[in-house]
C-alpha cells in the first residue's frame, strides 16, 4: 500500500511541475506566491542518515494545532520521529504519505510527530491533509520556524529526527527517504532497542 501511495504522491508532485530539492522556503512572500514549487524532471527519495549529532535534546520549542491545543516537544517522555516539512516542498510532499503509513504501522512504539514549517500554517496545512488523506499524522504548525532556528536557523527540508523517550538524539535523516521501506522500519526500532526506547 505505502508503495503505491507513493507512486500517486510522485506521479502528482510530477505532474505539477514540483522541484526535487527544497532550501529552507525563503520569505514569506515567496511561500504566498509558490503553491508548489518551479519545475523538476525528477524527484527522488535520496535522504541521508546521520548520527553526528547523536546525543543533542530534542529542542525546547512548543508547536500548535489548528485548534489552538499546544505541544511542548521537550515534554513527550517517549520515542519520537520528528519531521519539519512544508507544503511548498515537494520532497516534503513526497515522503507525507510514507509518513502517515509508518504512523500507522508503528504506533505505539514511536510517536511520529509531523511539524510544518508553512508561514501560512493551517490555511494550507488543512487542505493538503485533506487532499492527501493523512488520517495517521498530526497536523502541527510552526508558522513562526522557531524550530528550524533551533535546528541551525533554516534546515533543508525535510529534516527527519529521531529520538529516544529521553528526548536524546539518535539520528537524523537530511532530505527526503524511503519511509515506506523494510530498512527504514528497522532502523528506527533497532536504534530505539540499541538506546533503550
Known sequence: MAKMRLFLCLS????AGLVAGCDNGGDESAQENAAFPPNSETLALSGTLERSL???????????????E??????????VLL??????????VAEMPLLD???ADLDGQVR??????????AAVVEPFFAEHQLQNLPMWLDPQNELAF???????????VLYDAQGHEVWRV????????????????DALAESGG
Open 54 to 68: 547523536a546525543g543533542d535534546a530534542i529542542p525546547a520549542v512548543t508547536v500548535t494545532n489548528p485548534d489552538g
Open 70 to 79: 499546544e505541544l511542548a516537544l521537550a515534554d513527550l517522555g517517549e520515542p
Open 12 to 15: 502528482a508532485c510530477l505532474a
Open 150 to 160: 533551533a535546528f541551525g536557523g533554516g534546515p533543508v527540508l525535510p529534516l527527519t
Open 101 to 103: 503509513d509508518l504512523a
Open 174 to 189: 537530511i532530505g527526503a527517504y524511503d519511509w515506506g521501506s523494510e530498512q527504514a522500519r528497522a532502523e528506527i526500532v
Open 112 to 121: 511520529v510527530v509531523t511539524v510544518s514549517v508553512d508561514m501560512q500554517g
Open 83 to 92: 519531521n519539519l516539512w512544508a507544503t511548498w516542498c515537494a520532497p516534503c
